[in-house]
C-alpha cells in the first residue's frame, strides 16, 4: 500500500507529524512524503530512521524532495515492549512563563510557541500539567492563538493551570477560556510532586 503525504508550504513540525500520522494508519507499506525544503526534509528522514524505517529521498523539481519510507511487518523487541506500557501521560510538568519562546525575534518567538503546543497535541505521552505564570497566561485568555490546541490537550486530560496573581496583574482573568485559576501553593506542590518539570 502506498500514501502520498503532500507537506509542501506546512512549517515545521507539521510534515514530521502528517507523515508519523500516516505511518500509524498502516501496518505496512510506503509513505511518500513531499516537501520543498532542506530542514523539512531532513526532518522527515530522521524521523524514518529514528523508527528504523527503511527510506530514499528523491530529488524532484526545484526544491521538491520526495521521501519514500517504508514500513514492514516486523517489530523490533523494544517496540513490542513499549506497546505494552500505557502511555498516555507522562508525569511532567510543563511550566510556561512568557507567551512566546526563547529571547530574540518576538515574532520568532510567537510562531516558535505556537509549534511547540501544537506538536504537544499530537505527541504521547501527554505531559500531566501545563502550568501557565507571568505573560504566559496570555496564553489560556480569550484570543490567544493556541486556545485551540489548549483545549484539546484538556479535552485528553491535560490539567492546565493560570495563576491567579498573574491574570489579575494582567487585568485577564475574566477573559480566561482553557484550564483552571490556580494559586502558588498548589502551583508549587504541582512542580514538587511531578517526577519532571520543563520550565520555558
Excluded: W
Excluded at 531532513?42 to 530514499?56: G, H, I, M, Q, W
Excluded at 485528553?156 to 482553557?178: A, N, Q, R
Amino acid at each position: 500500500m502506498k500514501n502520498e503525504i503532500d507537506a509542501r508550504n506546512q512549517a515545521c513540525p507539521k510534515p514530521v507529524i502528517m507523515t508519523k500520522k500516516a505511518l500509524d494508519n498502516i501496518s505496512e507499506g510506503v509513505v511518500t512524503t513531499i516537501v520543498d525544503n532542506e530542514v523539512a526534509k531532513e526532518n522527515v528522514s530522521k524521523l524514518a530512521k529514528s523508527l528504523d524505517f527503511d527510506y530514499t529521498v528523491e530529488k524532484g523539481q526545484a526544491n521538491e524532495y520526495f521521501i519514500h519510507i517504508t514500513k514492514g511487518e516486523v517489530v523490533n523487541e523494544a517496540s513490542e515492549i513499549n506497546s505494552c506500557i500505557p502511555n498516555t501521560f507522562k508525569d511532567l510538568a510543563i511550566i510556561f512563563g512568557n507567551d512566546k519562546l526563547g529571547q530574540g525575534s518576538e515574532e520568532l518567538g510567537n510562531i516558535l510557541i505556537k509549534g511547540y503546543i501544537y506538536t504537544l497535541t499530537e505527541s504521547t505521552p501527554f505531559p500531566s500539567t501545563l502550568i501557565f505564570l507571568n505573560n504566559g497566561v496570555r496564553l489560556t485568555v480569550e484570543g490567544s492563538p493556541v486556545l485551540e490546541d489548549l483545549i484539546k490537550l484538556q479535552s485528553e486530560g491535560v490539567e492546565i493551570l493560570s495563576c491567579g496573581t498573574c491574570l489579575d496583574f494582567y487585568h485577564v482573568k475574566d477573559k480566561l477560556s482553557v484550564g483552571e485559576i490556580s494559586n502558588m501553593y498548589t502551583i508549587v506542590e504541582k512542580m514538587k510532586n511531578a517526577t519532571n518539570t520543563i520550565t520555558l
